[in-house]
């Protein structure tokens, strides 16, 4: 798995256990969806101490900061994220980064946009008869 990119400014060594307090302030992400996403990606399992407390390996952050690219920046689901996580992390790269797939969805734009104007119009019609 890839080295994270987050940066923590807390004295401790790089390889350092995060509570989640620290990551989310790190990672931009609140704690309420580090817990929730624990209970959607299996892969994701920190350390669990007395009281439950949460404790982030190296492993686990980079983890977060690949499912937070999918979901918040590539727009994959919450499903297609899992389903990405399987696959090498070279190949899910995809819908952002893929100039043909990008190229192929502007041309899907621009061939629904005419089709929601008539559907918009046919709408007003029926709504004002």
Do not use: C
Not at 21 to 26: F, S
Not at 43 to 59: D, E, H, M
Not at 69 to 79: A, E, I, P, Q, S
């Amino acid at each position: 798995m890839a080295e994270f990119d987050a940066t923590f400014d807390d004295g401790k060594d790089d390889g350092a256990l995060r509570t989640i307090g620290e990551v989310a302030r790190a990672l931009g992400i609140k704690q309420h969806v580090l817990r929730y996403w624990e209970q959607q990606f299996p892969q994701l399992q920190p350390l669990k101490r007395s009281g439950n407390r949460r404790y982030y390996r190296p492993a686990d952050i980079a983890l977060i900061e690949r499912i937070d690219r999918l979901v918040n920046r590539d727009g994959y689901t919450l499903k297609g994220a899992e389903a990405a996580l399987r696959e090498p992390e070279d190949r899910t790269a995809g819908p952002s980064t893929d100039n043909t797939v990008a190229q192929d969805r502007g041309a899907e734009m621009a061939n629904i946009l005419p089709r929601l104007k008539a559907i918009r119009d046919d709408l007003r019609r029926a709504l004002a008869a």
